[in-house]
């Protein structure tokens, strides 16, 4: 079975500034879709950004940007220029090709300072 | 797009009570999921569903625990009796499946309490 590992459960940052947040995976698949959803205390999950396990191109949306290490089988997520909206818990997760359940991560909370 | 819409928001019951969630997924949406979030086990998958067709309800804790989706605008998730430990939030998903990755769009959650 796959399996998700956010071995960060807090992070923090100052406002403006960068910050990764790392995510790690398990599986013998070659084909496969890994994400990175933000929950806000609002609660909602929103998808922040997607990467299709074959392509090489890492996956850019605005001031997030992935850093796809398929070999090593690594998924970390960068924020450019934090901003106090960002403050968040940060799930990654993994989805098989051809299959359309999610397997998340543990998170983790991003707290941005001031 | 009204997006998933979930109710209720909160529920606090007694133990041994049956408690109802229910959702609505985004119209011409063909998959729904059901996940329990806990801080102790995260996020879980617990039942989804294709074209109203359950496909996979091995995250079904146990028997207390059912679902069902008469329609593709409509699905319930149903604990009878309910027990403290399945105090969570619930969420129902839903997606578009037309092949490759196929995001999921969450409602805002039934946070539940069981006392």
């Known amino acids: 079975a796959q399996t998700v590992t956010q071995s960060q459960p807090e992070m923090s940052v100052q406002e403006a500034e960068t910050v990764t947040l790392s995510c790690t995976y398990d599986?013998?698949?070659?084909?496969?879709?890994l994400f990175w959803y933000k929950q806000p205390p609002s609660r909602q999950m929103i998808l922040v950004i997607r990467?299709?396990?074959?392509?090489?191109q890492n996956a850019t949306e605005n001031r997030f940007s992935v850093n796809f290490q398929k070999a090593a089988k690594s998924f970390s997520l960068k924020i450019s220029d934090s901003q106090l909206g960002d403050a968040a818990m940060y799930f990654c997760a993994y989805s098989s090709e051809g299959a359309q359940k999610l397997v998340f991560g543990q998170g983790t909370r991003l707290t941005i300072n001031p | 797009d009204a997006g998933v819409i979930q109710s209720p928001r909160h529920e606090v019951t007694e133990m041994g009570q049956e408690v109802t969630l229910r959702c609505k997924p985004i119209?011409?949406?063909?998959?729904l999921f059901w996940y329990r979030q806990t801080m102790m086990r995260g996020l879980e998958l617990l039942i989804y569903?294709?074209?109203?067709?359950?496909?996979?309800d091995s995250g079904m804790p146990e028997d207390r625990f059912s679902a069902k989706m008469p329609n593709a605008s409509f699905s319930t998730l149903k604990i009878q009796p309910s027990e403290p430990r399945d105090s969570a939030v619930y969420f129902c998903?839903?997606?578009?499946?037309?092949?490759?990755?196929?995001?999921?769009?969450f409602g805002n959650g039934t946070r539940l309490t069981v006392t």
């Open positions: 119209s011409g949406h063909n998959s």
């Open positions: 599986t013998s698949e070659s084909d496969y879709y």
């Open positions: 569903f294709n074209n109203n067709v359950p496909i996979d």
């Open positions: 990467q299709e396990a074959y392509k090489q």
């Open positions: 998903a839903s997606s578009l499946v037309t092949g490759g990755a196929s995001p999921l769009h």
